[in-house]
């Protein structure tokens, strides 16, 4: 599927619903795990608040501010009719002003700033339909394109981490580990990188880097989520400060078992939650039934934005079906309570039969200098 | 200058007591609750995001790392932060800020209501940057109460710098001018922008800056924008680029035009930039063409027009010539009487 064939579904689901006017909105922020459907269906990173006007007919017309911006939009995406502008509310009103809207619906209006959003809210006007849920719905598989960038996000990261364990080593401070990585990463071609990572002897769980210094004996977790031309990818690694323990290493194998079972079932057809419960039954079996709960893991995976977090968090409650080409990481993250907090996590995409891995080498214990 | 925000800021961002002491903190918080009183709040709410969470960091040193937070400070007694993030990451939070009481948002609405109590009003700063959901959410459990909106009076205080801050943007300064040589240089060397503004962002990082994004020109001469396309590596002269970098939270920004031949663009920039420079001080309005914004914790704490003494700004000219855009600018601490020069572009 290329954007146009987004954009056609987008469309049959307005007229199902006999809506005229779809005003999608971002906020530019362009989060790995936050919903902007607007860049979604523009396929464009807005440096500051945008619009996308789609109307029933099929035309459409981007709206970008700030003015300047407007060369980069131009050549990032030189399909849609664009309007540069300094204030989008103005450009917005104007547009609407030219062509009677008819029934209006929106999205993403929530993450709109307030003092905008107010200002917007009086164009479109209070009967407008929210529109997310049906959007989101009908554009959860990525486009040719971004399955192309999630392959090379993806790419970036693995190099990413073969590099994070050549550098890292005891008296290295986390955050200086993190900003390491990042800058790597960028030089690949990354645009941004969504890196929790976080060291200890027995972690709870992952979080962003402090500067706290890694010493011998820790065990290094990371998400490490490149993005590339706007498509972000991610694996979960863990690396031991110095040699690894055996319960370390047994334990390591045991995720990474449930992580498999979980991948292995993957295909159109199947629901979410049997990939969570894939994984949770290997833990099950291995005598960690409760375990299989928060605080001791969060979530076995989830969608990778930017734009569309579909088909959400890998959870035993999320009943989404799966379709062909959806991208997914799916991560057991585990707290175990011999060894702590353990993350590996490979990204996916559903085929026509079954899945591809995005990523050419899955995880392994990785062990740096102590 | 406006950047695309980064998901996640992984920086060293851990308040250090030996570079802002509470004493900081204190003093600060004293002029936030005049306000406060002045305006018959019981209580501020002050919301902060990884893109911009100046007015957060003022009061607390907390920087949002994974998302958004709010600050709650009550006319008396201990403040609250209401961290982005699980309960097991609060641990991490805490390094952040020399606040105890660091929870995760849950549901904020609710507890921001709680936590104004039988209070008739609720000072909101920052909250224009609020997602509309989230504000909605707010206002709807505060109400009947009113939400009083401080930012006129709390960004002045803001930016008004201490002796202390001033030091800190002075670094700043010197790591900016470390990025602005190295991408200097490698423009000249004909490498192509992206790479020269990366090599920059890793000098400023290299020298001891917390953070360093640098934008820079698509084309000959054109404006400084995101580099975030693979594809955006193209030697290119003239070049211009925006850099930025931070210092213990404290930021210092400028544009830089690096060409192999003088131009009457670049010769206008630089002319217009040294007639605002002579005349900048408290009060002074600067000639049109050129541009001037507050600068310290955000990148943007205010217009320049007029300049006031004890801020810093941000101080840029432009001129363009046919396709092209020359810049020159500088970062100036203003005072009653003249402005002192933080950096400036070396022609």
């Not at chain 1, 990939?275 to 709960?293: F, P, Q």
């Not at chain 2, 400023?204 to 953070?211: E, L, N, P, T, V």
Request: glycine letters at 10%; hydrophobic letters at 45%; proline letters at 6%.
């Amino acid at each position: 599927m290329n954007r146009a064939g987004r954009i056609e579904r987008v469309l049959c689901r307005m007229a199902a619903e006999r809506i005229d006017t779809l005003v999608a909105l971002s906020n530019a922020k362009h989060h790995l795990a936050r919903i902007n459907l607007a860049a979604h269906l523009m396929g464009y990173r807005a440096l500051a608040e945008s619009a996308l006007v789609l109307r029933a007919d099929g035309t459409e017309r981007l709206i970008v501010t700030p003015v300047y911006d407007a060369e980069r939009a131009a050549l990032r995406r030189p399909e849609p009719p664009l309007t540069a502008s300094d204030d989008l509310a103005a450009a917005l009103a104007e547009l609407l002003r030219q062509r009677a809207p008819g029934r209006i619906a929106t999205t993403g209006l929530g993450a709109i700033p307030h003092d905008l959003a107010v200002r917007l809210l009086d164009i479109v006007g209070k009967d407008a339909l929210p529109f997310d849920d049906a959007v989101n719905e009908v554009t959860a598989p990525k486009t040719d394109e971004e399955i192309a960038n999630a392959r090379k996000a993806v790419a970036i990261a693995e190099q990413t981490h073969e590099h994070m364990l050549a550098v890292a080593r005891a008296g290295l401070r986390e955050c200086d580990l993190a900003v390491e990585m990042n800058l790597y990463a960028k030089g690949l071609g990354a645009n941004d990188n969504f890196l929790m990572l976080s060291g200890g002897p027995h972690q709870q769980g992952v979080g962003a880097s402090s500067n706290r210094p890694l010493e011998r004996g820790d065990v290094i977790i990371a998400e490490s989520t490149p993005a590339y031309d706007g498509q972000f990818g991610q694996i979960c690694r863990s690396a031991s400060v110095g040699t690894p323990s055996n319960v370390l290493v047994e334990k390591y194998a045991l995720v990474v078992r449930a992580m498999t079972a979980g991948i292995e079932i993957i295909r159109p057809g199947i629901k979410v939650s049997d990939v969570a419960g894939a994984i949770d039954a290997v833990l099950t079996d291995a005598g960690y039934e409760k375990y299989n709960r928060p605080p001791y893991m969060n979530r076995r995976g989830h969608g990778m934005g930017a734009g569309s977090m579909a088909p959400g968090d890998i959870a035993i409650e999320n009943h989404t079906i799966l379709e062909e080409d959806m991208v997914f990481v799916v991560h057991p993250n585990q707290y175990l309570p011999e060894t702590g907090y353990l993350l590996c996590g490979e990204p996916v995409r559903v085929t026509a039969t079954g899945f591809e891995s995005l990523s050419k080498k899955w995880a392994e214990l990785g062990a740096v200098v102590a | 200058m406006r950047l695309l925000e980064t998901t996640l800021l992984t920086g060293p961002y851990d308040w250090d007591e030996r570079v802002l002491p509470r004493s900081e903190y204190e003093g600060r918080l004293e002029r936030a609750r005049a306000a406060m009183a002045r305006a018959g709040a019981v209580a501020l709410a002050v919301y902060g995001h990884p893109g911009n969470y100046g007015a957060l960091a003022y009061l607390t040193n907390f920087a949002p790392k994974n998302g958004p937070a709010l600050a709650l400070v009550p006319l008396e007694g201990p403040l609250r932060i209401l961290a982005s993030g699980t309960p097991k990451m609060m641990d991490v939070a805490k390094r952040l800020t020399w606040i105890e009481d660091v929870r995760p948002l849950g549901n904020v609405a609710k507890v921001v209501a709680e936590f104004v109590g039988d209070g008739n009003a609720l000072g909101a700063w920052a909250f224009g940057a609020l997602p509309q959901g989230l504000y909605a959410g707010i206002a709807g459990a505060v109400a009947p109460r009113t939400l009083l909106t401080l930012d006129q009076a709390l960004d002045a205080v803001r930016r008004r710098k201490s002796p202390r801050e001033l030091e800190l943007m002075r670094g700043a300064a010197r790591f900016l001018a470390t990025a602005m040589g190295e991408f200097a240089a490698r423009v000249r060397a004909g490498i192509g922008v992206r790479s020269a503004a990366l090599t920059a962002e890793r000098a400023a990082i290299a020298a001891g800056a917390q953070d360093a994004r640098a934008i820079a020109s698509l084309s000959p001469g054109g404006v400084p924008l995101p580099l975030d396309a693979a594809s955006d590596e193209r030697a290119l002269d003239p070049a211009n680029a925006g850099i930025a970098v931070q210092n213990h939270g404290y930021w210092a920004s400028g544009y830089v035009t690096v060409a192999r031949r003088p131009s009457a663009a670049r010769s206008q920039a630089r002319e217009a930039l040294a007639a605002a420079l002579a005349v900048a001080r408290g009060g002074a309005h600067l000639p049109g063409s050129v541009a001037a914004n507050a600068i310290g914790l955000s990148l943007e704490e205010g217009p320049g027009n007029p300049l006031e003494a004890g801020a810093v700004y941000a101080v840029t000219s432009s001129a363009t010539e046919g396709d092209e855009t020359a810049y020159a600018s500088a970062l100036v601490a203003v005072t009653e009487n003249a402005c002192d020069a933080l950096w400036q572009e070396q022609p």
